[in-house]
């Protein structure tokens, strides 16, 4: 399975972006798709997950839950990232990568595609 993100760009604070993550290969109910950002000296930091399988199993970082938003479309194989009311410190490379649980960690996920700038101005 090959994985890349993608819809980043240059936004104002408060604005909103949509990345999508495209999945290549075949994905089964037990996988995870994560998302991920790693700001400029900063380590690799989890966002959101999805469980492939189902919009119901949802996981957020406390950091964005109510201004980001993860879904699905399986038939497109496909996963979106909705970021509203972003902030200057929301920038970052923005990567999705595969998982088979919803961990927060960067370690327990694989197939890391190539990332996607988000940049908020102030």
């Known amino acids: 399975v090959q994985l890349q993100a993608s819809g980043g760009g240059l936004v104002q604070a408060g604005g909103s972006l949509r990345l999508s993550c495209a999945a290549s290969?075949?994905?089964?109910?037990?996988?995870?798709i994560g998302w991920f950002r790693q700001a400029p000296g900063k380590e690799r930091e989890f966002e959101a997950a999805?469980?492939?399988?189902?919009?119901?199993?949802?996981y957020y970082a406390d950091s964005v839950k109510g201004r980001f938003t993860i879904s699905r479309d399986g038939a497109k194989n496909m996963v979106y990232l909705q970021m509203d009311s972003l902030k200057p410190e929301d920038t970052a490379v923005y990567y999705c990568?595969?998982?088979?649980?919803?961990?927060?960690?960067?370690?327990?996920?694989?197939?890391w595609g190539r990332g996607t700038l988000v940049t908020v101005s102030s």
């Open positions: 990568a595969l998982g088979t649980s919803p961990t927060t960690r960067p370690q327990e996920y694989r197939n």
């Open positions: 999805i469980r492939w399988n189902s919009n119901n199993f949802k």
């Open positions: 290969g075949r994905l089964f109910s037990s996988h995870v």
